[in-house]
């Protein structure tokens, strides 16, 4: 599938895009993540998304993977630091999937997170030549319809929509400082904690109801709590029903003839 897409900008860009499949013989960067944070704060928003049932074999949810087109014939490959597709279609019997390219294998991604770092700022980079920006990448050449960007240590959260004129708006949060993804019908905001040995800011989710997406330990402790307080009421009863046998003693009443 091949695609040409054009804006009255400054620059003039055209871009031939080219949906083909990536060659199963093309080299993909296999560059290490950039801090440990990065693959944590992935791998929680995972998580949360999966044990509430949410993620369906027909999607694909990835970190640090690669997203693919050919532009002006060459291959283009930028690996967002989290991407949500709502539907792919299904892979080879066998085949270990090590890229995505829009359009030829499923529907564009819906979301696209990256996660700032130390570095030189890539996340917000449109340079509009070959091997091009980030931004210019997923506003652009994929455009997808959503981008986050987080920048971990301070916890600040933007999220960008496509406008209609092709370009991204940053979004304003709700009156609880989230961000409603049209796509996941779920809120996206800050949490500050606690998880695997790493305290700061997170993303967590929430659902339409304001309800927080738990994480596998916290599901546990809702549990126990859960047990706990069943177990202080059953207790109670059975004090209670003490207390009433006593009492009926007292007044001279069996209670076995009751």
Known sequence: MTQTLSKPDATK??????????????????????????????????????????????????????????????????APDWVYVPSVLPAEPGEVRRSYTPNAEGELPAVVMEFLSDTDGSEYSNKPTYPYGKWRFYERILQVPIYVIFEPKSGVLEVYKLSTSGEYELQEPDANQRFWIESMGLFLGVWEGEKSQRTGYWLRWWDENGNLLLWGAERVEQERQRAEEERQRAEEERHRADRLMAYLIRQGIDPDGI
């Open 13 to 78: 860009t055209k871009y031939t895009i080219n949906w083909e499949k990536l060659p199963d013989d093309f080299k993909l960067p296999d560059d290490p993540g950039e801090n440990i944070d990065q693959p944590l704060l992935a791998a929680a928003l995972r998580e949360a998304l999966d044990i509430a049932g949410f993620i369906q074999a027909s999607m694909l949810i990835a970190s640090n993977f690669g997203l693919c087109a050919k532009v002006n014939d060459k291959i283009v490959v930028k």
